[in-house]
């Protein structure tokens, strides 16, 4: 039975509060009940012993999806490394009908529902996939093109393509960086002008993740003339419309099986009514889009850093050296010591930004921090468990290399390490006054 449907059928309602059982795809797995029980006279879900934020749940959540992964990606992966794309619309919909696209998405358009810490849950198993293209692809469709049409939308857009989304049944991609306007998103040059009932759109946008497979792009536009922090709107784009083309598929250092396009818009004509929410704060609502997406980012890269770190350990515990393990060289162990402490650190700062998210509370300024840590120490570690594989780790063969090349984007994309250094800045206020 899909997690979906087993979740929606065995929902328990105690003192007011939805406590779910999951299922893993291949058949339902029960939690105790003795949690819910647990929990009633409380505010929230009591977490698992030696976890600040977790539940049963959403171990039981990890769970499933981890056998899914094992199943249906891992084994394809080198196969779609090698070919440069993986098949989107296949994998998403095994995704989407196990329920692992819109777990914190609303019940009525497909989701489950539940709470942001459940989508770190599932963007931390998904750093299990062994390769960063794949999880990077699902992100951008489960929190990063649809968190602000699942906010701020209309009854019709979500119907017509959260849903899918959500379900799977569409690939959705994120429109917000231009050749020009890469982390200054205040300075996209792509407009939508209003015609009649329609906008019709021209201008371009670079490095679109899924834009060779997508139904429909989430695309940040000008739609007026005013202040360019007041001056966007967030409009959802069938990618199927006349004007719309595909200019090339990008050939990138990393991630290689994730398809990114470079994508033209010569007068596409969209109905005004597919603005989402109102017109003119697309850039508050994209704002808002990117605190989801750091901490979905962090949570993913945490999960493969230790991968990495365990990897390396039994690797040069059988690697000889000077007739010893190159393990037992102390700057060996004392360096691997030293990265392990750096990935708890980075963890421990994702939760208590989660926490503090899913209670309400603006995490901008730490969800910039853990996105800056996040690049950088993906770059630090990356390097140095590479260098412990001697000329293995400059071979395609191992994880390691691959590792190397996929999370060099971190520090890049979703926001420049310098970006997040500013906003850091900004809350700490330091930045020279103008």
């Excluded at 603005?275 to 750091?294: A, W």
């Amino acid at each position: 039975m899909a997690l979906r449907e087993a979740t929606r059928h065995s929902r328990l309602l105690v003192s007011g509060r939805n406590f779910y059982k999951f299922a893993s795809f291949t058949g339902v797995r029960s939690l105790s009940e003795n949690a819910s029980s647990k929990s009633v006279a409380s505010s929230a879900p009591e977490t698992v012993a030696g976890h600040i934020l977790y539940t049963q749940e959403h171990f039981a959540l990890k769970e499933a999806l981890k056998k899914l992964i094992d199943q249906e990606i891992n084994p394809h992966v080198d196969q779609w490394e090698a070919e440069g794309i993986f098949p989107a619309h296949k994998i998403f919909k095994i995704l989407g009908n196990a329920g692992f696209l819109g777990v914190n998405k609303p019940v009525e358009y497909g989701g489950l529902g539940l709470d942001f810490s459940y989508s770190v849950a599932v963007a931390e198993e998904l750093g299990n996939i062994r390769c960063g293209g794949i999880p990077m692809a699902i992100g951008v469709q489960s929190d990063m093109a649809t968190p602000a049409l699942a906010r701020f939308g209309s009854e019709d857009l979500k119907n017509e393509f959260l849903l899918p989304s959500i379900m799977g049944d569409k690939v959705a991609c994120l429109g917000v960086s231009e050749v020009g306007a890469g982390s200054d998103v205040s300075s996209i040059m792509t407009k939508a002008v209003r015609k009649g009932d329609e906008l019709v759109i021209n201008g371009g946008k670079m490095w679109t993740t899924n834009g060779t497979q997508a139904d429909w792009m989430c695309l940040l536009a000008n739609t007026s003339d005013g202040p360019p922090h007041r001056n966007k709107s967030l409009i959802c784009l069938p990618m199927n419309l006349p004007g719309v083309h595909i200019a090339r598929k990008i050939d990138k250092m990393g991630m290689w099986s994730s398809d990114t396009a470079e994508v033209f818009f010569d007068d596409v004509r969209v109905p005004c009514k597919n603005i989402i929410g109102q017109e003119g704060l697309g850039f508050t609502y994209q704002m808002l889009q990117f605190q989801e997406e750091r901490l979905w980012a962090v949570a993913n890269i945490v999960t493969t850093m230790d991968t990495i770190i365990q990897e390396t350990i039994k690797y040069t515990r059988q690697r000889k050296i000077f007739k010893q393990p190159v393990l037992y060289h102390q700057t060996v162990h004392f360096r691997l010591a030293e990265l392990q402490t750096e990935v708890e650190l980075l963890r421990a700062l994702l939760y208590q930004a989660t926490a503090l998210y899913i209670k309400g509370n603006d995490v901008t300024k730490l969800a910039s921090m853990a996105k800056l840590k996040g690049g950088r120490l993906a770059r630090e570690l990356s390097d140095s468990c590479l260098q412990f594989w001697g000329g293995m780790g400059f071979t395609s063969d191992v994880l390691v290399s691959r590792f190397y090349r996929d999370s060099r984007l971190m520090s890049i994309g979703g926001g420049a390490d310098e970006v997040m250094l500013g906003i850091i800045c900004k809350y700490m206020d330091t930045q020279p006054k103008k």
